[in-house]
């Protein structure tokens, strides 16, 4: 069968994964309320780049039933897999206790969901409360995608790593690291990443890219982050939080197609 995409004597990256269901090489797109037809429209143009969608903070609260499950269905359908923000999960634990957990997750697998995200970024947990919380999510049919550190205080790289194997070894299938631990002063911290990646298995690991969210985040310190993430880990590095209108931005720079073009010149 030809080949569907046009330029195919371009070649592209021999390191970065093309065929989904991906192991590695992840794309996680954030959803900021995306409306049925803008985010059918966004997965027939970039469906292909992505892997998994987050309904953001706790917005899944505020769609219609219906409305909620259709979206579920068409990201299944393009082969995406929707999740939970961790923020839902740290709002039920936080205003109505950990007896309210196991009905949160049981409905949201019944909804669709087959992924949660389980963060502390308004609520300190422990380790054995990380462990107790995937086991819950296990135990509703959910995997887990564990976030760690802070958006407010900077994490030394053995704090990080120490809450990473916790999720690990409790039985989370990727670890989230929160971007705003590797940004400072309006730069990356390349220094915090090589310390991480020292020790833990980057591919199930997925870097958060920072937003708005985060006091004096900038468009140019999202791409700078972004630029580094392929530069030190590759095309198949695992990124998280891209937005919708991103997608297609993001793989061309994984791929060396984006606007700084090749870091160096590959033939004579």
Known sequence: MPDQ???????LPSGRSTTK???????????????LHHQEDIL?????????????TGSARLYKRGYLTDKL???????VRPFIGGQ?????LANQGWQAVAPFLAEARNLGFETIEISDNCIPLSNEDRARAVALALENGLSVM???????EASEAAELIGQAEAFFAAGA????????????????????LAELRAVLDFDRVMVELPGPWISGVT????????????????????????????????????????????TQRLVD
């Open 44 to 56: 027939e143009l970039g469906g292909d780049y992505v892997d998994f969608a987050k309904i953001v």
């Open 173 to 192: 299938e990727l670890v989230l690291v929160e971007a705003a631990e590797l940004v400072e002063g309006g730069r990356p911290k390349p220094e915090l």
């Open 88 to 92: 839902f999960f740290e709002y039920v």
């Open 73 to 79: 269905a068409l990201y299944r359908y393009a082969g």
């Open 219 to 262: 468009l140019s310190l999202i791409q700078d982050l972004k630029k580094a993430l392929v530069r030190e880990l590759g095309p198949d590095v695992n990124i998280a939080n891209v937005h919708a209108e991103d997608l297609i931005a993001t793989e061309a720079l994984r791929v060396g197609l984006g606007v700084v073009g090749p």
């Open 146 to 152: 564990g976030e760690v550190g802070s958006k407010d």
């Open 21 to 35: 269901p991906r192991k590695t090489g992840l794309t996680m797109m954030a959803d900021w309320g995306l409306p």
């Open 5 to 11: 995409h046009p330029f195919a004597a371009i070649e």
